[in-house]
């Protein structure tokens, strides 16, 4: 399968990702997030944030659960963790 991960806010940066059909399945948003983070060695994986139609990806689910088809454009932030209390 392939993707367009994009660098958010503003699409500035594009970059093309295949995924290998034998992988597609099994693969989880976690795994998605190490790919991306293999191209970005500045920033935490905690504040990674994968979004696909406007939905906040699960770190634990399967990319197969968001129906992403080949060739779409999957979007990518990083965004600090707020911690609560006072």
Do not use: R, W
């Amino acid at each position: 399968m392939k993707l367009i991960l994009s660098l958010q806010p503003g699409n500035k940066l594009q970059i093309p990702l295949e995924i290998p059909e034998d992988e597609v399945q099994s693969m989880t948003v976690a795994d998605l997030k190490e790919k991306i983070m293999s191209f970005n060695k500045t920033k935490k994986i905690e504040e990674l944030h994968v979004v696909y139609k406007s939905q906040i990806l699960d770190d634990g689910d399967a990319l197969s659960n968001y129906n992403i088809a080949d060739g779409e454009t999957v979007k990518f932030l990083f965004a600090p963790i707020l911690k609560g209390g006072n």
